[in-house]
């Protein structure tokens, strides 16, 4: 069981620790210690959740349903893209970086944010539910659980690490030009993963 526990733990991990849009929101939300503890633990959540019904199965139906993952891409590209104009914005705007430290959003707002991050993201379901899922099939009874919680306390070990991680690099972000780089690549990102998902929408029609 703990062989099972520790494969989970590996491809949980392996597959969170990517430049995404969800770490690089986490990150930033770390950085000027706005509501860290609520929005890792919303992501880990939502990974456990998910990698909770991959195991149980959910993965097959998901698989089976192209038309759902494309819906699901399509308000991705556009949440993202959205999301990287607001950054490339906040980068250009340097009212924004007098203090240093930029004005964090509001608990609701965060939160919706992070959930949409989270769960307009196609590849989360890929990922947790469809990968994980299927590959947790080489286990049976107890070990199937091990599995999938250790493939979901990867997910808590990663966000919370990240969100609370990210205080140490503050005297770096102390000074207003490092937010502005740090927005340019988050608009980047964004931009490049929206611009990903767009296509595949548009290759999968």
Request: charged letters at 10%; proline letters at 3%.
């Given at each position: 069981?703990?062989?099972?526990?520790?494969?989970?733990?590996?491809?949980?991990?392996?597959?969170?620790?990517a430049?995404?849009?969800?770490?690089?929101?986490?990150?930033?939300?770390?950085?000027?210690r706005?509501?860290?503890?609520?929005?890792c633990?919303?992501?880990?959540?939502?990974?456990?959740?998910?990698?909770?019904?991959?195991?149980?199965?959910?993965?097959?139906?998901?698989?089976?349903?192209?038309?759902?993952?494309?819906?699901?891409?399509?308000?991705?590209?556009?949440?993202?893209g959205t999301?990287s104009?607001?950054a490339?914005?906040?980068?250009?705007?340097?009212?924004?970086?007098?203090?240093?430290?930029?004005?964090?959003?509001?608990?609701?707002?965060?939160?919706?944010t992070?959930?949409?991050?989270?769960?307009?993201?196609?590849?989360v379901?890929?990922?947790?539910?469809?990968?994980?899922?299927?590959?947790?099939?080489?286990?049976?009874?107890?070990?199937?659980?091990?599995?999938?919680?250790?493939?979901?306390?990867?997910?808590?070990?990663?966000?919370?690490?990240?969100?609370?991680?990210?205080?140490?690099?503050?005297?770096?972000?102390?000074?207003?030009?490092a937010?502005?780089?740090?927005?340019?690549?988050?608009?980047?990102?964004?931009?490049?993963?929206?611009?990903?998902?767009?296509?595949?929408?548009?290759?999968?029609?």
């Amino acid at each position: 069981m703990f062989s099972a526990g520790f494969s989970g733990l590996a491809l949980g991990g392996s597959l969170i620790v990517a430049i995404g849009a969800q770490n690089a929101f986490i990150l930033r939300q770390g950085l000027i210690r706005s509501h860290v503890f609520i929005l890792c633990l919303i992501c880990a959540l939502s990974d456990a959740l998910l990698i909770a019904a991959g195991v149980g199965g959910l993965g097959t139906i998901v698989s089976r349903s192209p038309a759902l993952i494309q819906v699901v891409t399509l308000c991705g590209a556009v949440f993202l893209g959205t999301y990287s104009v607001m950054a490339f914005r906040r980068a250009a705007k340097p009212g924004a970086l007098v203090t240093g430290v930029p004005e964090p959003m509001g608990l609701k707002a965060a939160v919706l944010t992070c959930l949409a991050f989270t769960f307009l993201n196609p590849h989360v379901y890929l990922d947790t539910v469809v990968l994980l899922g299927s590959l947790s099939a080489a286990f049976e009874g107890m070990e199937r659980v091990a599995y999938g919680a250790g493939a979901a306390i990867a997910s808590f070990l990663w966000f919370f690490g990240l969100g609370y991680g990210a205080r140490f690099l503050a005297p770096f972000f102390a000074r207003p030009a490092a937010w502005r780089v740090l927005d340019v690549v988050i608009g980047v990102v964004m931009g490049l993963l929206a611009l990903g998902l767009l296509l595949s929408f548009l290759g999968g029609e």
